[in-house]
T-cell receptor
Framework: AQSVTQLDSHVSVSEGTPVLLRCNYS??????LFWYVQHPNKGLQLLLK??????LVKGINGFEAEFKKSETSFHLTKPSAHMSDAAEYFC??????????FGQGTELSVKP | DAGVIQSPRHEVTEMGQEVTLRCKPI?????LFWYRQTMMRGLELLIY????????DSGMPEDRFSAKMPNASFSTLKIQPSEPRDSAVYFC???????????????FGPGTRLTVL
């Protein structure tokens, strides 16, 4: 069975400090993994995806994530937070047939 | 590229009324997904289509919900009769996925915010 767990429901950082959003997955085979971002009252936008190429994946807006098979993790990071990064972030694992399983989301707050 | 288009963006209706949500996927995409998002349950997949054919509707909550995809460029999600607990944001997403291939990126529409009074 496949599942995804986002370890923090809410993360708060100061502008200019690093961001770490944690995600662990469970998959019976080599998964495809995604991070999506949702700004208030908006749809979901793809940040980045992992599909068994390089384990360090770079996405938009300075975000990146590292696939660690031994830890079954796919944490999202950014060296320096910006006010515009405040949003909800979803870690997503693929399922057979193209279905996606979404984590419960992590709300990121950025303080000035 | 216009992206995934959904209409209406907002819908307010009264309990018992029929509601129809519409989606136009990205041209050339062959998979279409309907999701529902609520505070309590997060994002839930309701149904998805490959090449206009419903593949998995196990997420559809009950018989009041139905979805169709008459052609590659249009899909509807209908609720009849609607109930207050159906209030949520409904998202449509599309992707281009080769048969038997890995899950490809899903591109989401802006959503329809449904309020059932």
């Amino acid at each position: 069975a496949q599942s995804v767990t986002q370890l923090d429901s809410h993360v708060s950082v100061s502008e200019g400090t690093p961001v770490l959003l944690r995600c662990n997955y469970s998959s019976s085979y080599s998964p495809s993994l995604f991070w999506y971002v949702q700004h208030p009252n908006k749809g979901l936008q793809l940040l980045l995806k992992y599909t068994s190429a390089a384990t360090l994946v770079k996405g938009i807006n300075g975000f990146e994530a590292e696939f660690k098979k031994s830890e079954t993790s796919f944490h999202l990071t950014k060296p320096s937070a910006h006010m515009s990064d405040a949003a909800e972030y979803f870690c997503v694992v693929s399922f057979q047939g193209g279905k996606l399983i979404f984590g419960q989301g992590t709300e990121l707050s950025v303080k000035p | 590229d216009a992206g995934v288009i959904q209409s209406p963006r907002h819908e307010v209706t009264e309990m018992g009324q029929e509601v129809t949500l519409r989606c136009k996927p990205i041209s050339g995409h062959n998979s279409l997904f309907w999701y529902r998002q609520t505070m309590m349950r997060g994002l839930e997949l309701l149904i998805y289509f490959n090449n206009n054919v419903p593949i998995d509707d196990s997420g559809m909550p009950e018989d009041r919900f139905s979805a169709k995809m008459p052609n590659a460029s249009f899909s509807t999600l209908k609720i009849q009769p609607s109930e207050p607990r159906d209030s949520a944001v409904y998202f449509c997403a599309s992707s281009s996925r080769a048969s038997g291939g890995r899950a490809d990126t899903q591109y989401f529409g802006p959503g329809t915010r449904l309020t059932v009074l």
